[in-house]
């Protein structure tokens, strides 16, 4: 149907165009179809700033944001085992600006108005916020594996009580929006010991409306306090944050001690190394996912680009052609919200896709309405074309760079050494306890199962599925559950249970009644002795004979 570039060849579309990669089309599109109609109706001194070839090309970013000392430096320093430089660490409001943490082959620090020059880094546009937010912003640059994949972004410790009055010198929100569009993870870190949501709290995270799908919660040093006070942490928490970001979905919030020192309370041990082990699954995807994360984003900028055209183009259409031009402005900045939901119905926008009213009338005091430009339905095509075909088909190109290219996972400092080995997350727990044993793990169990297989009247050394089934039911698991633990006891597949298949069976139950998941397959050293193709037993009395 589609004639567009395959990765390897090269090729090209109807329209002439000529795609690679999925990013080199993302781009390609913008500047082609979407950015005609953002410079038309002055989208980026509204909205946001055009994007450039290098917020195509960048590598996954993850934005830190917490008051200060609730370990956003320290929970770097852990993912990246190594100091970056520029790191300071301290109970008090140590990091006082941002900091771009980015792989570089010398380790150094680059300040934030070379940074802002250099068309290979995503920061072009942040020269708009002036030099009070330059002077406060470096890039830290140092060789580290974790780096090689994705960057993080530290920020200043959100103030709290008197302090939030002191002016930072620019818009602290603004460079929170500003970023948050163009992340891939933001991560909002609290303290067990500060969960109040401070004024300048709340604005930061309210800058972040319309990206709820990239934000998680860390919980940090979770390990202060035990298990009666963490609940009621982890509920005073759910409930400052239902009252900052208004979504019925529930926030995901991750618990831990995020630094590599000893926990200071080890009862909560396994559950602090499941929530770091998904915590880590999450960021590690990242990379996989980059490419389908600006996808969404060029759509979301695509509808937004649309809707601020029929509103400035409205605008113009109801401005009078020469006498008061003033008093018409007011009016219509007045009447916005109605204006809004006239747009809705003509042109069959969601309310979701408009922006802020109270932010949107604010701006337009500054503007003449009489040199907007009337609606071009031919820009409006152009980006509706777009979204209807071109989109569909680079979502095609993305599994097709997925299925040929080997998933790419971020690596490296924490991540590594945390899968494998005896300390990865489960290993020795559940199903795959007694792997590392010479002794078959049931046999430890035996002589109990046994007692209860003899009481089932066994015909020449195995009972029936009938007599099976009344004991396993004793068990209370649901029959879906049971039907596969028959399925892994029955090695032999012959509808019948011998002596060390049903201690198998019980093995499983009492794995699954503990809260461990089954597996779909039988692990090797699960498998009864008498039921192995090469048994070690027979192998030594073999060797004996000979």
């Avoid at 113009?316 to 006239?342: A, D, H, Q, V």
Wanted: glycine residues 6%; proline residues 5%.
């Amino acid at each position: 149907m589609f004639s567009w570039v395959k990765q390897e060849q090269g090729g090209r579309n109807k329209d002439g165009e000529m795609y690679q990669t999925v990013t080199e089309g993302l781009q390609s599109l913008y500047t082609k179809k979407l950015l005609p109609l953002e410079e038309t109706y002055l989208f980026h001194d509204f909205h946001s700033p055009a994007l450039e070839a290098a917020d195509f090309q960048s590598k996954p970013m993850v934005l830190l944001v917490g008051q200060y000392s609730t370990g956003k430096t320290t929970f770097i320093r852990y993912l990246l085992e190594q100091d970056f430089p520029g790191m300071r660490i301290g109970p008090e409001p140590t990091t006082d600006g941002f900091i771009a943490v980015m792989h570089g082959e010398n380790e150094g620090v680059v300040p934030g108005n070379a940074l802002v020059v250099d068309p290979k880094k995503p920061f072009r546009k942040l020269n708009a916020f002036g030099n009070s937010f330059l002077n406060r912003f470096i890039c830290s640059q140092m060789p580290n594996q974790v780096l090689q994949s994705i960057s993080i972004i530290d920020t200043p410790g959100i103030l709290s009580g008197e302090k939030q009055r002191i002016s930072r010198g620019y818009d602290f929100a603004e460079v929170l929006r500003w970023f948050g569009e163009r992340v891939d993870r933001i991560i909002l870190l609290f303290d067990a010991h500060k969960l109040d949501i401070s004024d300048e709290f709340s604005e930061a995270i309210k800058a972040f409306k319309g990206q709820d799908d990239k934000i998680r919660v860390v919980l940090n040093k979770a390990d202060q306090v035990d298990t009666q006070q963490l609940m009621r942490v982890y509920g005073a928490l759910m409930w400052s944050l239902g009252k900052v970001i208004n979504t019925p979905e529930v926030v995901r919030v991750y618990l831990g001690s995020f630094w590599a020192k000893p926990l200071q309370n080890t009862e909560n041990r396994r559950l602090f190394e499941a929530e770091s082990q998904d915590l880590f699954r999450d960021i590690q995807s990242l990379p996989r996912n980059a490419a389908l994360r600006k996808l969404n984003d060029l759509i979301k900028r695509a509808r937004l680009a649309k809707v601020h055209a029929y509103i400035i183009s409205y605008l113009k259409k109801e401005m009078p052609s020469l006498f008061g031009r003033e008093k018409k402005k007011e009016e219509l900045i007045m009447r916005l919200p109605e204006i809004y939901t006239t747009l809705q119905r003509e042109h069959h926008i969601s309310p979701g896709d408009f922006p802020n009213v109270a932010k949107m009338q604010d701006m337009l005091q500054h503007y003449d309405f009489s040199k907007f430009p009337s609606l071009k339905m031919k820009l409006i095509e152009s980006v509706d074309k777009m979204l209807a075909t071109k989109i569909a088909v680079l979502m095609a190109m993305i599994r097709e760079e997925e299925s040929k290219q080997p998933p790419a996972m971020v690596s490296g400092g924490a991540f590594e050494g945390s899968q494998d080995g005896p300390f990865g997350q489960g290993y020795g727990e559940g199903i795959s306890a007694g792997a590392d044993t010479e002794d078959w793990i049931v046999s430890r169990d035996k002589h109990r199962y046994d007692e209860i297989f003899y009481t089932l009247m066994p015909v020449n050394g195995k009972i029936t599925g009938v007599n099976a089934k009344k004991e396993m039911m004793n068990s209370r698991l649901p029959n879906t559950v049971l039907g596969k633990i028959w399925k892994l006891a029955d090695c032999d597949r012959d509808g019948m249970l011998d002596d060390e298949e049903f201690a198998l069976a019980q093995h499983l139950i009492k794995i699954k009644l503990e809260g461990y998941e089954l597996p779909t397959e039988l692990p090797d050293h699960l498998v009864p002795p008498a039921h192995r193709k090469n048994p070690t037993a027979d192998a030594l009395y073999n060797h004996t004979e000979d």
